[in-house]
């Protein structure tokens, strides 16, 4: 079964050379339709709120929001499953809670309350993974009663107060910088060259990865269109770089981030682990017959979910610097909508990582945008719960187009 690269994620849709020019434009417009869309919202939102570009807000977004990127790669993988996990916020909080009574109440080095957090998030995941892998009862149900449960351990854990402050290298995972190894005036050298070499990195491997399409012989875009896209991508990541190297230089939160991505993006498109989920999520009865173990996917997906929840629970509170008893309210949200919006399926068997990956920066934008211009709380969620159901709807009309046109 052919599954999509992290490689693959930018790039259009295999057309063969006879395709007229218009329905070749409009099915890269589909196909690359999630980053359009994010480069509309910040440019729009850019226009009504100026400051949404600026170095230090650019810097921000990353900080404030690097949480729903980590919990959307696990949620990605669970959705392509056909299943979901509404408990990942309620494990934020208690892994929070956890790493909190290591280093705060208990005094011990950061190190261990990270350890403690990641173990208690596999535990998590554990638990919930035997129920729906290994008993068959429907994610839904069991990740709504993990919500109740650990949300409620986190607050009995806290005593239902806040527990702070971390400060030294736990404090630093979400709020540290790497900058003035190189120098420069008034900008970061080190940052723009950490970027140069990630853009050298990322075109050097979708050159590679086109390559080995056309020996296979196997559909590729056109060279120019494969060329743009890689100057598109490059020119956005250095004018980022750029923009935050005249602030605080590169945040260490970013680095964690991008090897996550990158990891799980070769997870996904290049592992015998990654293709049986979505030979799962695809057919569920096809992949029981080619001899997928089911139950053990199912089981680890769920086991890598809440792992990656430990991770955000320490990322929030590192740069929350505090556990807190209301820590990850409506995180599951946010994740489950940064799927869903990058081109998840809502019947699994479909999704990216660098479409969750750029939903979760449409979700990031907005939020930071409505709150530079003032947007009220309550209005707030109203917008993501609207753009949450049109990306659901587009899923749905896109898919029967697709059944229509076979």
């Known amino acids: 079964m052919s599954t999509p690269t992290v490689l693959d994620d930018l790039n259009s849709a295999p057309v063969a050379a006879s395709q007229p020019m218009g329905r070749f434009l409009l099915d890269s417009l589909r196909k690359n339709g999630i980053l359009l869309a994010f480069v509309l919202v910040v440019i ?3 226009i009504l709120q100026p400051a949404l570009l ?17 919990l959307a790669l696990g949620m990605l993988m669970v959705i392509v499953l056909a299943q979901i996990d509404l408990s990942v916020g309620s494990v934020v909080a208690l892994t929070g809670a956890v790493a909190a009574l290591v280093c705060v109440r208990g005094g011990m080095p950061w190190w261990l309350g990270v350890l403690a957090a990641l173990a208690v998030g596999i535990l998590c995941g554990v638990w919930q993974g035997f129920w729906v892998a290994f008993v068959g009862i429907p994610g839904f149900i069991v990740s709504l009663g993990g919500m109740l449960i650990f949300r409620g351990l986190a607050q009995l854990l806290l005593n239902y107060q806040s527990l702070s402050p971390f400060g030294g290298t736990y404090y630093d995972i979400s709020n540290g910088f790497l900058n003035g190894l190189f120098g420069g005036n008034g900008y970061d050298v080190f940052t723009l ?11 050097v491997a979708a050159w590679r990865s086109r390559a080995a399409k056309l020996r296979y012989q196997q559909k590729v875009s056109p060279l120019p269109v494969f060329i743009v896209q890689i100057v598109v991508v490059a020119a956005i990541a250095m004018a980022y770089a750029w923009q935050i190297s005249h602030n605080r230089g590169l945040p260490v939160i970013l680095i964690i981030l991008a090897v996550f991505i990158m990891i799980y993006g070769v997870v996904m498109g290049r592992t015998g682990f990654g293709r049986h989920i979505y030979a799962i999520g695809g057919n569920l009865m096809a992949a029981q017959l080619s ?10 997906a769920f086991v890598n979910m809440g792992f990656l929840a430990a991770v955000a ?42 479409g969750a990956v750029i939903g979760g920066l449409i979700m990031a934008v907005i939020s930071n945008g409505m709150q530079l211009m003032g947007v009220s709380q309550g209005i707030q969620p109203v917008v993501k719960g609207l753009i949450l159901t049109l990306a659901v709807a587009f899923d749905l009309w896109n898919r ?5 046109a076979a």
């Open 54 to 70: 600026s170095p230090s807000n650019l810097t921000n977004l990353v900080l404030q929001y690097a949480y729903v990127l980590i």
């Open 400 to 404: 029967r187009r697709s059944a229509v």
């Open 44 to 46: 729009v939102f850019a």
């Open 313 to 354: 629970g320490v990322v929030y509170s590192a740069r929350m610097n505090a556990a807190q008893p209301a820590a990850g309210n409506s995180f599951e949200l946010d994740a489950i909508a940064a799927c869903f919006i990058g081109g998840a399926s809502t019947t699994g068997g479909i999704g990216r990582i660098g």
């Open 291 to 300: 001899g997928v173990k089911v139950k053990k996917v199912t089981f680890l």
């Open 193 to 203: 060259v950490i970027f140069a070499i990630a853009v050298v990195g990322f075109a």
